[in-house]
């Protein structure tokens, strides 16, 4: 049973917007494109898992997760919950050899023969789960045992291990073998811990929990207000900008047509600035030539304010 689905995260639908908001001169281009291919992959990688999870209806799966951990946080890929025990995935999707060496180092070797030095995702599992028990025991939930497994879902992913790692054996699985990991690890858990419902309590409890995360990301990549391209974007095929003739937004590109463009780049706004917009930021923002058709568009909109005629703040629906 899904009880928490996944969507693309906010990271990547920030990186999205900047992709196509911020002007390709800038000295931070290339790195956040860079970022936002390697999550799309990521995410797609996580996707993909999904297909092997199917038989395993007697589970409750959640996806992508993130609880407090002290003054931090920590983030789940995928978690299986069963009477018997908690089965914690972690889903990587890597291309090339990972090689285990005997000082606990992972390193990668890229297809064209480079290496890198690659974040132990097995030390990452561990921390994970050490986190979530420890949660469980803040939030006075019934003890239940915690497994954790990494699964790699490129299949072309090599890994390579000295026969003496025992961890890499019991941590790691390609994803077409989950399935068979789960019914051994099944085998090893026989005793229920909790009840159906109490399963049910506890996932309800971790999505009540649950902290989507929402990066500065304009911060960290030192993205200021000059370097985002303005103006209302095209959702056929993407051309910035389009313009407006009789109360309609048309695209000089592809030619379409509709009157709703202008809510597509507002939720960009939001993604980029936040749900608060004057009706001034507002035709900076989608490149309006009078207020008077900025505080039309903010009135259809029906959107709740707050202060006078002058001045006035909306507030934005969430972003799309
Ligand atoms: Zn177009």
Known sequence: ???????????????????????????????????????????????????????????????????????????????????RYLLNLEVKYITGTLIFDHLNQVIRVKDDGSEE??????????????????????????????RSLVVMSN???????????????????HSPYLQEKIKVIDKMYTDEKLTIKEVNKLSKMLVRHHVPENPDLLKRYGIEDKDIIKGVYCTECFYLPVVRKKAVWLCPKCL????????????????????????????????????????????DMNLPHTGGKKGRVYTLPDPY
């Open 256 to 299: 379409h047509k509709s009157k709703d463009l202008h809510l597509y780049s507002l939720s960009d706004y939001v993604l980029l600035f936040g749900k608060s917009i004057t009706n001034k930021q507002l035709c900076e923002f989608l490149c309006l030539s009078s207020r008077h058709i900025g505080k039309r568009l903010l009135n």
């Open 117 to 146: 030095a690659f974040r132990n995702p097995i030390f990452q599992v561990k921390r994970q789960q050490s986190h979530l028990i420890e949660w469980m025991t803040k939030n006075r939930t019934p003890p239940i045992p915690v």
């Open 1 to 83: 049973m899904l009880v928490k689905d996944r969507g693309k995260s906010i990271r990547i639908r920030k990186l999205e917007v900047m992709q196509r908001r911020v002007i390709k001169l800038h000295p931070k281009y290339l790195i956040m494109e860079d970022e936002l291919s390697g999550r799309l992959a990521g995410h797609f990688g996580e996707q993909s898992n999904d297909y092997f999870l199917k038989p395993f209806r007697n589970f409750s799966v959640m996806h992508d997760l993130r609880l407090t951990a002290h003054e931090s946080y920590f983030q789940i890929d995928t978690l299986l919950l069963s009477p």
């Open 155 to 173: 299949p072309r992913t090599i890994i390579k291990a000295l026969p003496s790692n025992k961890d890499v054996l019991h941590y790691i699985t």
